[in-house]
């Protein structure tokens, strides 16, 4: 079983919206909900960047090229965490995963996003 689920990607035009989520498939309930979760993406050619994070106080930050477009939140009865994106352009277009904002766990397999027109 992976470490972590994520789903919700698709195709979209420029302007398009999706949300995206990740379930903490291996995480125990406890451990969740003490841990500061991230989205991550990782576009053709590029390394993985960090997109945004929050804290197990739900407080959060964002990447400067994804502030006032993302959001970021969590459920911790389902041990997921959702990202809200808005406004997409085709520089979003990647590969989005979710880890721990800290020491990583093993990787998911990701969700593809691709904006274009």
């Known amino acids: 079983q992976l470490h972590f689920v994520e789903y919700g990607g698709g195709s979209v035009q420029p302007g398009g919206s999706l949300r995206l989520s990740c379930r903490a498939a291996?995480?125990?309930?406890?451990?969740?909900?003490?841990?500061?979760m991230a989205w991550y993406r990782q576009a053709p050619g590029k390394e993985r960047e960090l997109v945004a994070t929050?804290?197990?106080?739900?407080?959060?930050n964002y990447a400067d090229s994804v502030k006032g477009r993302f959001t970021i939140s969590r459920y911790n009865a389902r041990k997921t965490v959702y990202l809200q994106m808005s406004s997409l352009s085709t520089e979003d277009t990647g590969v989005y995963y979710c880890?721990?904002?800290?020491?990583?766990?093993?990787w998911g397999q990701g969700t593809q996003v691709t904006v274009s027109s």
């Open positions: 929050i804290a197990h106080d739900r407080s959060t």
């Open positions: 880890n721990v904002d800290g020491p990583l766990q093993p």
């Open positions: 291996r995480m125990i309930s406890s451990t969740y909900n003490v841990a500061n």
